[in-house]
């Protein structure tokens, strides 16, 4: 059987399009709102509505799409499942491969890949170059949607990054992943071991199994836990809780209204990032949501994946943790799932290190698979 090839992508959405989002945005229908509600009800009119102007007059989604464009873009097919990703390798000779690996509802390792690609040294942190693999999750972006149930599946995802690595010829590489994404390289890490020399996570979701022990937790984690048990509680967490039953209710409302897809993302962001997130990096993601017609998709993967409270075989690949403010990992369970060898706590940043806080996100990475050469 022939292997599909691998072949270069250019982003090109029709201008077409971009002038129906555009109508779209000047035709939305403004709900009512409660006086004074602030946040406690959801994002309110004072947010949204400077973001959709922005979106509709201030944001040039052609600039956005020539700079991902500058970036080498690939797409293949993978047992039948497209997966887009960016290949970008460093000019230096001794670059190790590094995999990164998004979550939902981000895609944008922008800011890391110039540091990691060409990193000038220092006498602190030295300069590890990196060659970068950046897949799209299937049923995100570029990747298109999913088409049959099971593919959006984190441990499927694995399967197929394991298939790119090998396409790609390399031996031995490193896997980076965050939200969603750390389901995706510790799993990496289970099922190709023989190549993987390090898996780098960041706040890490460990929700304990039923009847899971925890009696040997300390006064952090037990804070952690209380918080993990109270989370189901929150109002922050009713997005998951709507992805992970009815995600194809949502996906009529959303696909079919920029201004509910892109009020629902920046909720989201808003509830769980800590520092700002540029707006113009906010709608670049919400556009690729967009214009691909991947937002449903995307959210299959919280329905489809089994590994949110599940049990699951021990990790022996090296693993590194690093913690952002907001972020309720337990470490005695990280460290009863994972070959934990690195634990750091960063005093900024937040759930989405690659956007709020990349330089320490990128002096962690270089620190940790430093180590391991």
Request: hydrophobic share 40%; aromatic share 10%; net charge negative.
């Amino acid at each position: 059987m022939t292997t599909p090839a691998i072949e270069p992508f250019r982003i090109d959405i029709p201008a077409a399009d971009v002038a129906d989002l555009r109508a779209r945005l000047a035709a939305v229908r403004w709900p009512d709102e409660l006086e004074d509600a602030g946040w406690s009800y959801g994002i309110p009119a004072r947010r949204l509505r400077p973001l959709v102007e922005r979106w509709r007059t201030g944001f040039d989604w052609q600039q956005q799409q020539a700079d991902l464009n500058r970036l080498d873009q690939f797409v293949t097919e993978i047992d039948g499942r497209r997966l887009h990703f960016n290949h970008l390798r460093s000019p230096r000779p001794d670059a190790m491969p590094l995999v990164l690996v998004h979550g939902w509802p981000f895609a944008d390792f922008r800011s890391l890949i110039e540091p990691l690609t060409e990193p000038a040294s220092s006498d602190d942190v030295p300069g590890l170059p990196f060659d970068l693999v950046i897949p799209t999750l299937p049923g995100f972006g570029f990747s298109g949607p999913t088409h049959r149930a099971g593919e959006s599946d984190t441990s499927r995802s694995a399967e197929l990054i394991k298939e790119l690595m090998a396409r790609l010829g390399y031996q031995a590489y490193g896997v980076h992943g965050g939200d969603a994404g750390g389901f995706v390289a510790t799993q990496l890490g289970r099922i190709d071991a023989e190549h993987v020399v390090g898996v780098h996570l960041n706040g890490p979701i460990t929700i304990p199994s039923p009847g899971e022990d925890a009696s040997g937790f300390d006064e952090r984690d037990r804070r952690m836990l209380a918080s993990l048990q109270d989370w189901s509680r929150r109002d922050t967490s009713s997005y998951a809780a709507v992805h992970s039953t009815r995600p194809q209710t949502l996906a009529y409302a959303l696909n079919d209204s920029p201004v509910g897809q892109l009020a629902w993302v920046a909720d989201v962001v808003n509830s769980y990032a800590h520092e700002p997130i540029d707006d113009d990096a906010l709608l670049t993601q919400v556009s690729i949501g967009w214009f691909t017609g991947t937002i449903g998709s995307s959210f299959l993967l919280y329905k489809e994946s089994g590994q949110w409270g599940a049990q699951s075989e021990r990790s022996g690949v090296p693993t590194a943790v690093a913690i952002f403010p907001g972020d309720s990992t337990i470490r005695a369970i990280a460290e009863r799932r994972h070959n934990l060898v690195r634990w750091t706590i960063h005093d900024r940043g937040g759930h989405f290190p690659a956007l709020e806080a990349p330089d320490l996100l990128i002096k962690d990475l270089r620190e940790f698979f430093g180590g391991l050469r």
